[in-house]
């Protein structure tokens, strides 16, 4: 297993050398240099036999007990160190972690100590991460939910996420459902009922979320892309945003979903517009065109 180390950071930033420390503070894990580390280990490994020999144990399980608790403890040092490198490799030139509430934090740790596997770390760093660039981006309760989330479950909203519009991928536009170009991407009616389940979207299978639209023009942004729409009236018109809305958590988690965009169904989209007809000619605008 290859794991991170503060030396594949490179020279240390001041927010990845504060993240550093108030994880440290919070979990009492020590982040040295690799050699220093594995010099540590050694020297540790050596203690720990000699202390184990010392012990007046009075049979073989209190020994495996020991042992096992050790292991325990190693394992979760390992994961909370490779968590915070992680999301170390994801801040923003001013984020603040000290500003991280210390509750929030030994909360986080405490959930997350466990999970081994990388899919799931990757997206533990970028909570760790979101929450140190913009200090109140997740709640406890997302990170609750995101423990006892499967991978399996964590892959399904990540597919779903390829669908997300907006500067934080916090719409989805789905037109049909039932339509190829979300099947195969494993979005289907029993996929989208198991999302709603998980409290992540509101899935609306006979009809259509709206928002109202006040102005003429309206930049849906999708990815680096965006879609020059034009609407009949100033204000008050009604958008069609398709079978589902994210919940709150559902918007908490999205941005940080790891997913490639689908110029597929980017396109596909542009020719629903077309045929409502809500597709104009391109106008100025701070984002890329479609």
């Known amino acids: 297993m290859n794991l991170i180390t503060i030396n594949d950071l490179g020279k240390l930033s001041e927010p990845i050398t504060k993240l550093i420390e108030v994880t440290a503070r919070a979990t009492g894990v020590i982040f040295e240099p690799y050699q220093t580390v594995r010099m540590a280990k050694a020297d ?15 049979d073989e399980l209190e020994q495996k007990t020991i042992q096992r608790l050790i292991h325990q403890e190693k394992r979760k040092h ?6 915070t490198l992680q999301a170390a490799q994801s801040l923003d030139d001013d984020a603040k972690p000290n500003d991280i509430d210390e509750d929030w934090l030994v ?19 970028k909570i760790l ?24 479950e964590a ?36 996929s989208l009922m198991e999302l709603e389940a998980l409290g992540l979207i509101h899935f609306f299978p006979n009809g259509h979320y709206t928002a109202t639209i006040n102005s003429k023009l309206f930049w849906p942004v ?49 020719s629903v ?10 106008h100025d605008s701070p984002n890329s065109k479609v």
Not at 78 to 83: A, L
Not at 162 to 189: H, L, R
Not at 273 to 282: A, M, Y
């Open 107 to 125: 909360d986080f740790f405490n959930k997350s100590e466990t999970v081994s596997n990388k899919e799931m770390q990757s997206l533990w760093a």
């Open 129 to 152: 991460a979101g929450e140190a660039n913009q200090n109140g981006s997740f709640s406890k309760r997302t990170t609750t939910f995101v423990s006892s989330m499967s991978k399996e």
């Open 222 to 270: 999708y990815f680096n892309k965006s879609a020059p729409l034009q609407f009949p009236k100033d204000h008050g018109n009604q958008f069609k945003m398709g079978h589902v809305d994210l919940t709150k958590l559902g918007k908490e988690l999205s941005p940080i979903c790891d997913t490639e965009p689908n110029y597929e169904y980017l396109n596909h989209m542009a």
């Open 273 to 282: 517009w077309k045929k409502e007809g809500l597709w104009s000619v391109p």
């Open 78 to 83: 390992i994961n909370i160190e490779q968590i």
């Open 44 to 58: 540790a490994k050596a203690n720990r036999i000699r202390s184990l020999a010392e012990l007046d144990l009075e």
């Open 155 to 190: 892959q399904l909203f990540t597919s779903l996420c390829q669908f997300c519009w907006g500067t934080k991928k916090e719409s989805v536009f789905i037109d049909d459902y039932k339509n190829d170009i979300y099947t195969k991407a494993g979005i289907t009616y029993q």
